[in-house]
């Protein structure tokens, strides 16, 4: 199921194969990575993949979406759209 928003410059959409590599660039970055628990692997970084594509399925869209811009449609990193808890609700 192929799931898109768009915005003036982006595209936020599910997951393709093509983005496994750049999302390990920015995984494998230190700079990149300084506010996360650590680098990863081309492997970790595959696996994660799995994961967030998996549970995108699985929760209706919830999850990490890709984010692309649209003039080049390069893959420039990912955004995370949960279910908001409203406890008082």
């Known amino acids: 199921m192929a ?7 982006l595209w936020l959409r599910t997951w393709q194969e093509e983005d496994r ?4 660039r920015l ?4 700079e990149v990575m ?4 650590d680098t990863l692997t081309k492997e970790q970084s595959n696996a994660l993949v799995d994961i967030i594509i998996q549970r995108f399925e699985t ?3 919830w999850g ?24 008082f609700a």
């Open 59 to 61: 929760q209706d869209g």
């Open 34 to 37: 300084a506010f996360f628990p």
């Open 27 to 30: 995984n494998s970055n230190p």
């Open 21 to 24: 590599e750049p999302f390990f």
């Open 64 to 87: 990490l979406w890709a984010v692309e811009l649209k003039q080049s449609g390069e893959f420039i990193g990912f955004v995370g759209l949960n279910v908001p808890n409203l406890s």
């Open 3 to 9: 799931i898109e928003l768009e915005t003036e410059r």
